[in-house]
């Protein structure tokens, strides 16, 4: 290559025009279970097909990468698998929504396979959008391989799945309280209901005490519901009641009488007044206290928030007119004792953002709980891989959230009443008999049957039976609900990989190595993989699930488009490009803390006006920073000849950045091993940065541009194998950039490495991740170290005192020993990175008239500036620092003068704080000995 067609500037957008297709063409992502490598595999959180990605997922799907890229270039056989999810109830409720805003129309209007035809045409608009944004994040997924939860592979899986749990006698109908969306008329999960505070109103009824004239007061934040009690509670050792527990009350406007019953669990008796109702059809602790003392249930609401007959003159009305008459009713009979303000905290369904209603229903549900026999049930097993360190929950705190979920052994209620999803598999046949259906489907193993509530059920493992496939007069029909969309999420890390067939790729990469997700669906979602991967492949899905941060924004609010504060990844790439994005979201990926991202809004030249944050900035000067430098070095490449390294040959400055180098790649290979990406990403930039770019660099330009010094070739072969281990180091997080100084400084030196030279990968995509030698230089670092101190001390000397750059002076140093020794083997790095006349190291020296001195712990260094400072506001400088040591003696004084502290702390704790006791009096000292002359000279 031509040294000067290397671009003067780095071009994210062509970075990832040039090398994303680059990658993909020469089949980098795509895994080959047939080879001989390792397998390393993660299975992508896959996105729900409602809209487009967001900050958050942008942030996962980073640190995946990040994973892949690095393991890839370890020489794992990776699999990235890619993916989207139909997100049942969260889709229909967003195609729902458009159908009623554009259309005026319900489901119910289009019909069921209409609306099944207009969710499948909003699938394949976002799912190509989702993708597509995957890729322009530089996601290195094998997509040869990509799935969709409602695709043949996964459909076949959920198949299976059902028909052996039902087999296996884990699935079973019931009827039981749900939570109940009245919109999209479908049960929800807990989890899938948020909750807020709302101002509201508690009513305190009279309830009469049959044949006699005593009246209990009960308090009610939902009157309506006062029309399906079937008891009034109270607590059984409450001296004010213990003479009515037994007896009956007369239930207002309903001419109904109940028992009124002591319940300890339902009953705080230091609560209100001590007097509650019970409606079992229509509250969870109601309804258990219902279990508990055999109350009848009384169901009063229809699937769409209407009272039903139960309600007897209030049939017909909505939830919120029954209250309003219910409470008028009451107190035109002086029923109503009063109505306070109360501060409720309501349940609202995720995805409709409407009320939940608890209601009795029909459901099938999969137990959670020990088998009768006494066999751990599945809520057990999948406690017990966590416990027992089969899968590794990181960071560990968030296992505790896992267990206790799973303790409360809670069946899960997989039925959805909904028209997107896999549809529960079970066949209905009223008219026959568990018989008849063995007559007819008997030797097929696909299909197993069972007497149902109503006839006889059919569960097919695999094709629909036809409705007449009993005979005349016989017809076989589908249960219309679908099945919860966390079940067919709770097989993706299998059902992708071909399961139930024998694939080879399920016999290389089951179970798969790392789960990354957010922590609000460790329940949802973590738990049921665990639970499923043991029950169809008897081994857990993955060893290790990684809990990444949430982003919030600069007030700690989770972002989102709904508030106004979401950012769009996409517009963050056309803006900073890519490895920009990439960078800062993984350097905010902390351990202890979310991500916290000020957000502000920019109008772009297009008039678009757009979310952003000024963080993502420092991403863009980073890469830019390393891409200025990587372009200076390679200019200087030509007539690069490979050799090899000898460290303790080389100069000081080539064997420091070797040995950091060396740290650094042992470090950041620990720091992912760990899951510490934000730990790994600032280590990596610091060095890069730091260490590289603003002093190694500096220290070898001389060298480098002198066509004849004969350090010239070693100092080449240096630049060259420092910048290719930092393209390989840096890959994973930004790997375009990375790749668009590879592929130029290959062409230079195609044959570059540390000790031996070696020829370079024809992409950093695929290149060996770096081993640490083992090599360390202390003298290398110490002697460095001094440089840079001194040589900052003389900048900031100049700066302080507005010297112009360009003021040649001639500084002195006043050292001793192998502080000396060190400062003088860098004299030409002092003056040439100080802009210095000349420099002086010495063990004494005069100081000159209008000289600025910093006292440093093991030197002085004076700068001659005659006619260029005022002595009085030195002195005040001087007066300045020594006020600022004595502040730091003081408390480090008195540490030392506690026994306690001497006694109990650490030897070397305390040396260390008595070595620098000394260092800060000598300092002092001087600078006292610099004043009492009156200020400098």
């Avoid at 028209?419 to 063995?438: F, K, M």
């Avoid at 006839?455 to 009993?470: C, N, Q, V, Y």
Wanted: with cysteine.
């Amino acid at each position: 290559m031509n040294i000067n067609e290397i671009p003067k500037q780095y071009d994210p957008k062509d970075a990832q025009d040039r090398w994303y297709e680059f990658w993909v063409q020469n089949g980098y992502f795509h895994a080959d279970p047939a080879s001989d490598r390792p397998a390393y595999c993660i299975v992508i959180p896959p996105p729900n097909v409602t809209g487009a990605l967001h900050l958050g997922h942008a942030l996962n799907n980073t640190l995946q990468d990040v994973l892949i890229r690095w393991r890839r270039m370890q020489g794992y056989d990776c699999l990235w698998m890619p993916g989207t999810d139909h997100a049942g109830i969260a889709t229909q409720a967003v195609v729902e929504k458009r159908l009623l805003e554009e259309e005026k129309k319900s489901r119910h209007d289009l019909g069921r396979s209409a609306l099944v035809e207009r969710i499948w045409s909003w699938k394949d608009e976002y799912e190509k959008q989702i993708l597509n944004q995957l890729r322009l994040m530089g996601c290195s997924c094998d997509w040869d391989r990509t799935r969709f939860t409602l695709d043949e592979v996964c459909s076949r899986a959920v198949r299976r799945t059902f028909f052996n749990l039902f087999r296996a006698g884990k699935i079973f109908r019931g009827k039981r309280l749900v939570n109940w969306d009245t919109q999209l008329h479908t049960a929800v999960a807990d989890d899938e209901i948020y909750y807020e505070e709302t101002q509201g109103h508690l009513w305190t009824i009279k309830y009469p005490v049959a044949d006699s004239a005593e009246v209990l007061h009960v308090a009610t934040t939902r009157p309506e519901t006062m029309l399906g009690d079937t008891a009034v509670a109270v607590h059984p050792e409450d001296p004010r009641y213990k003479h009515v527990v037994g007896k009956m009350a007369d239930l207002p406007l309903t001419g109904r009488r109940i028992p009124i019953i002591a319940d300890p669990v339902l009953v705080d008796p230091a609560f209100g007044t001590g007097c509650v109702k019970v409606t079992p059809g229509h509250d969870l602790n109601d309804y258990q206290a219902g279990l508990r003392n055999d109350l009848p249930t009384i169901d009063l609401m229809r699937p769409d928030g209407t009272f039903n007959e139960a309600a007897g003159p209030y049939a017909g009305l909505d939830r919120y007119v029954v209250r309003k008459r219910v409470v008028e009713d009451l107190k035109k009979q002086g029923l109503l004792e009063r109505v306070d303000t109360h501060v409720l905290r309501q349940g609202h369904s995720d995805r409709s953002k409407t009320p939940i209603e608890p209601i009795r229903s029909d459901q099938w549900f999969i137990r959670m709980g020990d088998d009768p026999d006494g066999r751990p049930g599945f809520a057990q097993q999948a406690m017990d891989a966590v416990t027992a360190g089969r899968v590794k929950i990181h960071p560990e705190r968030y296992a505790k959230s896992y267990l206790d979920w799973l303790g409360e052994k809670r069946d899960w209620c997989i039925s959805r009443q909904l028209w997107w999803g896999h549809r529960i598999p079970v066949w209905t046949c009223e008219t026959c008999s568990e018989a008849e259906l063995a007559r007819t489907f008997r030797g097929r193993d696909d299909v197993f049957w069972r007497q149902g509530e109503t006839g006889g059920w059919l569960i097919s493992a695999e094709t629909d039976p036809a409705s007449d496939a009993l005979g005349p007069g016989q017809t076989l029909t589908q249960d219309p609900d679908v099945l919860d969309t966390w079940f067919s999420s709770a097989l993706w890390p299998h059902s992708t990989l071909g399961w139930p067939e024998p694939t080879p790729e399920l016999a290389k990469y089951y179970p798969t190595s790392v789960l990354s997700t957010a922590r609000d669906i460790i329940t949802l979602w973590v738990a049921r993989m665990v639970i499923f991967g043991q029950f169809n492949m008897g081994a857990v899905p993955f060893h290790h699930v990684y809990i990444h941060p949430v982003i919030q924004d600069g007030q700690g609010k989770r972002m989102s488009k709904s508030a106004g504060n979401g950012v769009d990844p996409v517009d963050i790439i056309e803006i900073y490009g890519a490895d920009a994005l990439r960078y800062i979201l993984a350097l905010g990926a902390t351990e202890t803390q979310d991500l916290r991202m000020p957000v502000e809004k920019l109008k772009l030249p297009d008039g678009r006006k757009i979310n952003t944050s000024e963080r993502f900035e420092q991403g863009r000067n980073f890469a830019n920073k390393f891409w200025n430098v990587a372009r200076f070095a390679m200019m200087n490449l030509e007539g690069y000849q490979p050799g090899p390294l000898a460290l303790e040959a080389l100069p000081i400055e080539d064997r420091w950045i070797l040995a950091g180098l060396d740290e650094t790649i042992a470090e950041t290979t620990a720091d992912l091993e760990a899951f510490r990406f934000a730990e790994a990403t600032r280590r990596l930039r610091e060095f890069t940065w730091g260490e590289f770019c603003d002093w190694y660099v500096e220290f070898v330009k001389t060298r480098l541009r002198d066509p004849d010094s004969n350090s010239r070739p070693v100092a080449q072969r240096v630049v060259a194998a420092v910048l290719d281990t930092l393209c390989r180091l840096l890959h994973p997080v930004m790997p375009f950039l990375t790749e668009q100084i590879w592929q130029p400084l290959g062409q230079l030196a195609p044959t570059r490495g540390i000790p031996t030279p070696r020829p370079a990968e024809p992409s950093v995509c695929v290149a060996a991740w770096p081993r640490p030698l083992g090599w360390t230089d202390p003298e290398a670092k110490a002697t460095v170290a001094q440089w840079q101190e001194k040589i900052q001390t003389l900048r900031n000397l100049k700066a302080e005192r507005n010297i112009p750059k360009e003021a040649k002076i001639a500084p002195v140093i006043i050292a001793e020993g192998p502080v000396a020794d060190r400062l003088r083997r860098g004299e030409a790095f002092l003056e040439s990175l100080t802009n210095a006349a000349a420099v002086t190291i010495a063990t004494t020296a005069l100081r000159p008239p209008d000289s600025a001195i910093a006292v440093l712990g093991d030197a002085e260094v004076i700068l001659p500036l005659e006619g260029l400072i005022d002595k009085e506001v030195e002195l005040a400088r001087l007066r300045k620092t020594h006020a600022d040591l004595e502040r730091q003696i003081g408390p480090l004084k008195a540490k030392l003068a506690n026994l306690g502290f001497v006694s109990r702390a650490p030897t070397e704790v305390v040396e260390g704080q008595r070595a620098r006791l000394a260092e800060l009096e000598t300092q002092r000292a001087a600078v006292a000995a610099l004043i009492d002359k009156d200020g400098p000279g």
